[in-house]
């Protein structure tokens, strides 16, 4: 299959409003209601094999929308090579990569591994942000938009087993008013220069930040896995439902193998439950984590596929004004944190993965929102394994036009020309994806579906009602929620009805009443009082903070300096010790992190309890005192 047709239609044509047909390749169409589920996360064992592709690969930007060089097509020529997983933002010392807007192409040979010739095999790119497009030497086979969940091409049939083929993978960081998140793309008046514009506040960093893998299959395996806990009395139950592909004999058959690698129970079929006697809970703090494993065993009783997932028995439920885990009320203590170091950018880190969940052990925290996009699939494998909580975001965050200070109160975010239908749908497949890949993790509590949404304006409830009900239906066991912005007050927010928790992010003290904590202290409590009587249930801060500069002191504890920030958190404290349905707090932010350089950012927020290297400011000392001694228990 050739593709040059296609590919010069995609050259002259912007990229965002390039829509292939499905004959090229599988789009992950947002507007599409059936959509493939986000395949299982690749392993290894003895059926199934894992490469991993990451390293340098040779890298170019196309040349710019119109861009007739068509490089997917061909070798990339020699000279840049780039890190796999990283943002290429920062990679390179030049501004015009730093600043790109459009589609960057990343190559490098691979070849299938010769045992493989019985087997299916995948490409896996765990990100691309945020349109990602796959291309096997000349073929384009798979397409994906949104820039933090993964995408795979099935290759098989185009590479034989023991081949050498050029694997190419092209990333566009374009944001349109129509992807999630939002954005704009300006054009300079004199010298034609595009922008990439968003209301956002963090860098828009772009490229394959995450791993890619080369993976095989069996013909006949397993595609996807849905588990459910729940606890009755003493014992455990899993409620499962595997999915199986080319599934033509044979059963499917599952066993609960606990951490001593002891089997604890049996059952098959490819969905039912399972009982676990004298359960060890998935506990914050005290993880436990059992080995589910599905095989599909042929009439001959040969296991032709295996999967193992580690799951931690649980339960979460709101009742009245608690969030309760495993029914007992849970407290987050904790913060809002983003996927960013510096060089790296977004690119995921192993070293810092480990480094930050250590800090959040030393500091108290238990718990931690994913704010503002989903992140990597290692790390709430991760928060799995360390007992850590999660809130898990979806990237709708900037939908919100009165944050830029532009609309003068108007209703200015739900327009036909602003976030509109096909936004809508855009946002229905991130939430969709997000599910989809992250419902096993028993970390995961409680799905955030944006962050400080235009919630007062006229149009917020059509456009989320929807969403809150998709969101439901695909997981009716989690508790729901999104970040709500300070503008959007308990007396004018429209859609809080819709969700179980109120999630605030608020900045007394900061952006309004700077700097005058006594003012800030009255207005937070009433505040925070008007939602409790209004909803009486839980209330979580998920963000609360001010921008200081590390090594900044001043004896009168003005804002920027580490005083203050000391101060201006001690206050919220005081506040949230007076009100009795707050169930968290999450400081905004765990550290330092890039964003758009203007003239409210110098080289990036500052409201980090660490520095942007993880260095403390005075204010976690403070933090690690309070949350140490907490009982987040009761
Ligand atoms: C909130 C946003 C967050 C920002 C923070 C800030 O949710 O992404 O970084 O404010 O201004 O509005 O520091």
């Known amino acids: 299959m050739k593709l040059l047709a296609g590919l010069s239609l995609l050259s002259i044509v912007p990229p965002s409003l390039c829509v292939p047909t499905a004959s090229l390749y599988q789009v992950n169409d947002p507007t599409k209601v059936e959509q493939p589920l986000i395949k299982l996360k690749p392993q290894q064992n003895p059926l199934r094999e894992l490469v991993s592709l990451d390293g340098l690969w040779k890298f170019a930007l196309a040349s710019g929308p119109n861009d007739t060089a068509q490089p997917w097509t061909a070798p990339l020529p020699k000279g840049l090579e780039c890190p796999v997983p990283a943002s290429y933002n920062d990679i390179f010392v030049d501004r015009k990569i730093h600043d790109h807007v459009g589609w960057v192409y990343y190559q490098r040979d691979v070849f299938v591994p010769k045992g493989w010739s019985k087997e299916r095999y995948l490409v896996r790119a765990e990100s691309a942000t945020h349109e990602g497009r796959i291309y096997v030497n000349d073929h384009l086979l798979a397409g994906h938009v949104g820039g933090y969940t993964p995408f795979e091409a099935d290759i098989t049939d185009f590479v034989a087993a023991g081949e050498k083929f050029r694997l190419t993978i092209g990333v566009n960081n374009e944001l349109t008013h129509e992807t999630i998140p939002p954005g704009e793309i300006s054009v300079g008046e004199f010298t034609g220069k595009r922008t990439q514009t968003y209301h956002h506040d963090f860098y828009n960093y772009a490229g394959l930040a995450r791993s890619i893998w080369l993976y095989s299959l069996p013909r006949q395996h397993i595609q996807d896995i849905t588990v459910v806990t729940d606890v009755d009395g003493r014992n455990g ?5 595997v999915k199986v592909a080319n599934h033509t004999n044979g059963q499917i058959k599952i066993s609960v193998i606990d951490e001593d690698g002891k089997t604890v129970a049996n059952a098959s079929g490819a969905h039912g439950t399972v009982k676990i006697d004298s359960v060890k809970l998935w506990q914050p703090g005290a993880a436990y984590l059992y080995q589910f494993q599905a095989n599909i065993v042929d009439t001959h009783g040969k296991v032709v596929d295996t999967y193992s997932l580690a799951t931690g028995v649980r339960t979460v439920k709101v009742s009245g004004t608690k969030f309760l885990i495993n029914d007992k009320p849970f407290y987050f203590t904790g913060f809002g944190k983003h996927e960013d170091t510096s060089v790296r950018g977004k690119g995921h880190d192993q070293a810092y993965m480990v480094h930050d969940f250590q800090l959040l052990n030393w500091i108290g925290a238990n718990s931690f929102r994913t704010s503002h996009y989903p992140y990597a699939e290692e790390v709430m494998d991760f928060a799995d394994r360390q007992g850590i909580v999660v809130i898990d975001e979806t990237p709708a965050v900037g939908l919100n036009i009165a944050l830029l200070g532009l609309s003068g109160g108007e209703s200015q975010t739900f327009t036909p020309e602003g976030i ?29 579906i944006a962050n400080e949404p235009a919630s007062q304006e006229d149009g917020a409830r059509e456009y989320f009602e929807p969403l809150a009900k998709l969101s439901r239906k695909l997981d009716p066991t989690r508790p729901i929620t999104f970040a709500n912005v300070g503008m959007a007050t308990f007396e004018k927010d429209r859609i809080s009805d819709l969700f179980d928790v109120s999630c605030l992010n608020r900045y007394f003290g900061w952006y309004s009443e700077t700097g005058d904590l006594a003012e800030a202290e009255v207005a937070l409590e009433k505040e925070l ?45 005081r506040v949230f010790d007076r009100i009795g349905s707050m169930a968290g707090e999450q400081v905004w932010n765990f550290a330092d992190f890039q964003t758009t350089i203007g003239t409210m950012r110098v080289d990036g927020n500052k409201k980090g309890v660490f520095t942007r290297d993880r260095k403390p400011k005075a204010a976690a000392h403070g933090l690690r005192a309070r949350w140490t001694n907490m009982d987040t228990r009761d």
């Not at 509109?420 to 955030?448: C, F, G, Y």
């Not at 801060?541 to 101060?567: C, K, N, R």
């Open 237 to 241: 139950l899993i409620n499962y439902d």
């Open 420 to 448: 509109n239908n096909n936004t809508q749908a855009a946002h229905k497949q991130a939430i969709r994806e997000l599910i989809s890949r992250d419902k096993n993790h028993p970390s995961v509590v409680m799905w955030s």
């Open 529 to 573: 009082r008007g939602w409790e009587e209004k909803f009486n249930r839980p209330i979580i801060m998920t963000e609360y903070g001010a921008d200081t500069i590390a090594g900044f002191h001043s004896v009168l504890g003005l804002p920027w300096s580490e005083e203050f920030q000391t101060q201006m958190l001690d206050m919220y404290h």
